[in-house]
Antibody, heavy 118, light 110 residues
């Protein structure tokens, strides 16, 4: 069955870089796209960016200068790197399967809580 | 960016109908498809897809959930509401980048 699982550090120092990994199973990264979505506690989700099935990327313009998404198809992994973290980057980070055409998120990982604090 | 506006909360009685609205700052329809999707999120859990493309029920979702609307006005209906439906509901558009979500409507029991 389709599964996505995020991994990475739970605590990041201000101004440091966040590195997260999304490991997928049950589908191929060369057939489906994956998006990263984050959610501050008590607020609505925010779309961060997308790794297309063909290797192309799309980013939220609000984060584009700090964000990079890449992948390793041989390991079924998608990576997120975001630099210059601040306290308002604190929240839960999800990777999602992003359906082609209409771009809705039909499967979500369990999420990883990231706290930016010294 | 396309802004999605939802009422923060809605109080409903069990076995009654709940109607949750989402209004967008721009038309999210294109070539007959509404690029509007709905998710349910319970505390401590990830969001779950309920409705895609305005009115299509996602796999495994009970038929008491339905979606309607077009253009800039969309509705998620739950009829009848069951205890397990108490959660926060989000709308999301994919007509344009960046993909954006509403602020969520928390469904509460009267």
């Amino acid at each position: 069955q389709v599964q996505l699982k995020e991994s990475g550090p739970g605590l990041v120092q201000p101004s440091e870089t966040l590195s997260l990994t999304c490991t997928v199973s049950g589908f191929s990264l060369t057939s489906y796209s994956v998006s990263w979505v984050r959610q501050p506690s008590g607020k609505g989700p925010e779309w961060m960016g997308r790794m297309w099935y063909d290797g192309d990327t799309a980013y939220n313009s609000a984060l584009k200068s700090r964000l990079s998404i890449s992948r390793d198809t041989s390991k079924n992994q998608v990576f997120l790197k975001m630099n210059s973290l601040q306290t308002d980057d604190t929240g839960t980070y999800y990777c999602t399967r992003d359906r082609e055409g209409s771009s809705y998120f039909d499967y979500w990982g369990q999420g990883v809580m990231v706290t930016v604090s010294s | 960016d396309i802004v999605l506006t939802q009422s923060p909360a809605l109080a409903v009685s069990l076995e009654q109908r709940a109607t949750i609205s989402c209004k967008t700052s721009q038309n999210v329809d294109n070539y007959g498809i509404s690029y509007m999707h709905w998710y349910q999120q319970k505390p401590g859990q990830q969001p779950k897809l309920l409705i895609y493309e305005g009115s299509n029920l996602a796999s495994g979702i009970p038929a008491r959930f339905s979606g309607s609307g077009s253009g800039t006005d969309f509705t998620l209906t739950i009829d009848p509401v069951e205890a397990d439906d108490i959660a926060t509901y989000y709308c999301q558009q994919s007509k344009d980048y960046p993909r954006t979500f509403g602020g969520g409507t928390k469904l509460e029991l009267k």
